[in-house]
């Protein structure tokens, strides 16, 4: 599931699952996934610092919504259904770009994409949009989008319009269907 990945984006796999046995929990969720991202310092945590997304500000939420757990997990913690679907998704978001690897501005756009889980819930309370989470990460990667405030459409006054309309009303009213 791995191959593709960058060091960094498998850092954030690793940062996730230390997060998860430092806050007792026996899963490793998309909460446990942002958290890695905004500890390893790639991409994904510069488009979050840039939001203002801070680290203790996230586990604190992580902490108000799941609860203190009492017993700390042993061996091998599992991927919850949502994180598994997350990192699934990282791949196509990078083949999506063209991107042959993964990297961990993939995995938070795949987060941003699991809309259900705790990691989008978590950016909700702090008031920032999945929506815009994606577009620091597309700014990081492709630079600023500018968009137009309006299209800009020919005119019948330009002179190149208004060739191409005369002549295509000529060949228009020449036209007629040929009988088979």
């Known amino acids: 599931m791995f191959e593709r990945f960058t060091e960094g984006a498998r850092r954030v796999v690793v940062l996730a699952q230390v997060e998860a046995r430092a806050l007792r929990h026996g899963h490793i969720g998309t909460e446990h996934l942002l958290l890695g991202l905004l500890l390893e310092e790639g991409a994904a945590a510069q488009a979050l610092a840039d939001l203002g997304v801070e680290i203790e500000a996230v586990r604190a939420e992580v902490v108000r919504i799941i609860g203190p757990v009492q017993e700390a997990p042993r061996g091998q913690i599992p991927f919850t259904p949502r994180a598994t679907w997350v990192i699934e998704r990282s791949g196509n978001e990078a083949l999506t770009l063209g991107h042959n690897d993964v990297g961990s501005q993939h995995l938070l756009l795949g987060l941003v994409r699991q809309e259900d889980g705790i990691a989008a819930r978590v950016l909700e309370e702090m008031a920032i949009g999945l ?49 088979r």
Do not use: K, M, N, Y
């Not at 815009?132 to 630079?143: I, K, Q, S, T, W």
């Not at 019948?156 to 295509?168: E, N």
């Open 131 to 179: 929506g815009a989470v994606r577009a620091a990460v597309l700014g990081l990667l492709h630079g600023p989008t500018i968009v137009p405030a309006r299209p800009t459409w020919p005119t019948a006054s330009d002179s190149w319009s208004s060739r191409w309309s005369r002549s295509t009303r000529r060949a228009c009213s020449a036209w007629r269907p040929t009988r």
